[in-house]
């Protein structure tokens, strides 16, 4: 490893920035955040970042190491910089920059807010009962811990900016951990159809490459919510029966 690494960073706010260049010295281990922080201790303090566990659980530190979605807390700094020790640190891009590094992620709390809880039968025996498949499945949806590298990455957000349209795939896997419950009763297929925007997903499995936690989201969650919603919508014979009900 080298010794000595730069990093150009941005630095800049909503109405604009550039990218800044710092030298900072390594050590065995280093991640990004580390390199990120020493700048804030020893060269420039009014460098922003968002952090808080350093360890891959909180989902704060998100940010675009060379251009691509990543926590920085875990991407170790020799992975990154280039022949010439040169690594880049941009904020994430799907989401307005507040300052520097940090960027405004509450349009994904405003679209948590959208999404109804598990919904029990009134005669629902208690305590609930689970198959240990069905708390498999839910265990891996709950592990995300909500970095929005996946929102960043997914280009119906990113590229087309269609937060208008599509909750994204972080949503896909919160709407999925409710539908899967055995337990549920809400009936979920017209919202994700149409608020949550299901149908501009074209599979493409970005977000699952990028997600620390290895969730499968497209293979897991999205990939059998469509097929839920193409049996509802997309089935001749209830589609009939929906015509037949209609017409009443
Ligand atoms: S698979 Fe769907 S949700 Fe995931 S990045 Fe691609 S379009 Fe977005
Ligand atoms: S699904 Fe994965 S990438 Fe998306 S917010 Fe959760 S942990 Fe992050
Ligand atoms: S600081 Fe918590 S995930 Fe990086």
């Known amino acids: 490893m080298k010794d000595t690494i730069r990093l150009r960073i941005f630095r800049g706010d909503a109405a604009g920035g550039e990218e800044r260049e710092y030298e900072v010295k390594t050590f065995p281990g280093m991640v990004v955040l580390d390199a990120v922080h020493q700048i804030q201790n020893e060269q420039d303090g009014t460098l922003a970042c968002r952090w808080n566990c350093k360890a891959g659980k909180c989902g704060s530190c998100s940010a675009e190491i060379n251009g ?7 991407s170790r700094v020799e992975d990154f910089y280039d022949a010439s ?8 891009k799907t989401f307005p920059v507040v300052k520097d590094l940090v960027t405004d992620v509450s349009w994904n709390y405003k679209v948590a807010e959208t999404i109804a ?14 198959a240990q498949d069905d708390v498999e499945r839910a265990q891996e949806f709950r592990q995300c811990i909500e970095c929005f590298l996946c929102q960043t990455v997914c280009h119906v ?19 999925a951990a409710l539908d899967m419950h055995p337990c549920d009763t809400l009936e979920r297929r017209a919202f994700l159809r149409q608020q949550a925007g299901i149908g501009y997903c074209n599979i493409t499995k970005c977000c699952q490459e990028v997600c620390p936690e290895h969730i499968h989201i497209t293979d897991n969650a999205i990939i059998p919510l469509k097929e839920r919603v193409a049996d509802e919508f997309y089935d001749p014979f209830r ?9 009443k």
Not at 68 to 74: A, E
Not at 85 to 91: A, L, N, S
Not at 118 to 130: N, S, V
Not at 239 to 247: D, I, P
């Open 68 to 74: 691509y979605p990543r926590l920085m807390c875990k």
């Open 85 to 92: 020790g040169m690594i880049r640190v941009h904020p994430i």
């Open 117 to 130: 809880p598990l919904k029990l039968a009134d005669d629902e025996p208690r305590p609930l009962r689970m």
């Open 157 to 175: 957000l990113r590229d087309h900016n269609r937060t208008d349209a599509y909750y994204g795939p972080r949503f896909m896997v919160k709407i």
């Open 239 to 247: 589609m009939l029966l929906r015509k037949l009900r209609r017409s």
